[in-house]
């Protein structure tokens, strides 16, 4: 069964840029698994970022951006802020199976 | 606006057939290309997802849960219903639904959450 990994977590100064990353257990992430991340704080639903690896949802800072870096997809989040702190899903395409959920890097801004 | 909202029991035991509404507004389900999927989220875990639902009435399932799990939609009603068969206490999880789409093939707007617990 395919796994999505994310980092477990993850620590950003404010004014900051971090990257957090989306892999593959077998293979590597290309466009065509349509990567799509996602923002959650806690008690909160989900809020869609990125879609399509690095088209921003309506409404998303354009600190924030979607990309593939070597065999990974990535987001970048660029200014850090106080309020990103949150946890970070991504999600892949695997065709019949609809999404995959990474297990989610908690993100803390200090 | 798009908006989604899940309803159903917040407690159920087990062994017990679970049964979820999803109702949606500002969009249709006889639109090409859009769906409605279901994700769950146990407490302090990761997201999951479950079944989504297309306009042409394809329904895919998640692999692990696909014996326990079914789909419905309702387009007059605007609505889509998840049924779980045999609740277990590991099922226990916020319920979310949202708005899929198939152009960049992601879930797009979510609704708030139901948590559903299973107890006896």
């Known amino acids: 069964q395919t796994v999505v990994t994310q980092e477990p977590s993850f620590s950003v100064s404010p004014g900051g840029t971090v990257t957090l990353t989306c892999a593959l257990s077998?293979?590597?992430?290309?466009?065509?698994?349509?990567p799509s991340w996602y923002q959650q704080t806690p008690g909160q639903a989900p809020r869609t970022l990125i879609y399509?690896?690095?088209i921003r949802s309506s409404g998303v800072p354009d600190r924030f951006s979607g990309s593939i870096l070597g065999n990974k997809a990535a987001l970048t989040i660029a200014g850090a802020q106080a309020d990103d702190e949150s946890d970070y899903y991504c999600?892949?395409?695997?065709?019949?199976?609809?999404?995959?959920f990474g297990g989610g890097t908690k993100l803390t801004v200090l | 606006q798009i908006t989604l909202k899940e309803s159903g029991p917040t407690l159920v035991k087990p062994t017990q057939t679970l049964t979820l509404t999803c109702t949606f507004s500002?969009?249709?389900?006889?639109?090409?290309?859009?769906?409605v999927g279901w994700i769950r989220q146990p407490p302090g875990k990761a997201l999951e997802w479950l079944a989504v639902?297309?306009?042409?009435?394809?329904?895919r399932y998640s692999p692990s849960l696909k014996d326990r799990v079914t789909i419905t939609k309702d387009t007059s009603k605007n609505q889509v219903v998840l049924i779980m068969t045999n609740m277990d206490p590991v099922d226990t999880a916020t319920y979310f639904c949202?708005?899929?789409?198939?152009?960049?093939?992601?879930?797009?707007?979510w609704g708030q959450g139901t948590l559903v617990t299973v107890s006896s």
């Open positions: 949202a708005h899929r789409l198939n152009n960049g093939s992601y879930f797009a707007v």
């Open positions: 500002g969009f249709s389900l006889r639109t090409s290309g859009v769906g």
């Open positions: 639902v297309y306009w042409d009435d394809d329904k």
């Open positions: 077998s293979g590597s992430v290309s466009p065509s698994y349509y």
């Open positions: 399509s690896t690095n």
């Open positions: 999600a892949l395409y695997m065709g019949s199976v609809i999404s995959v």
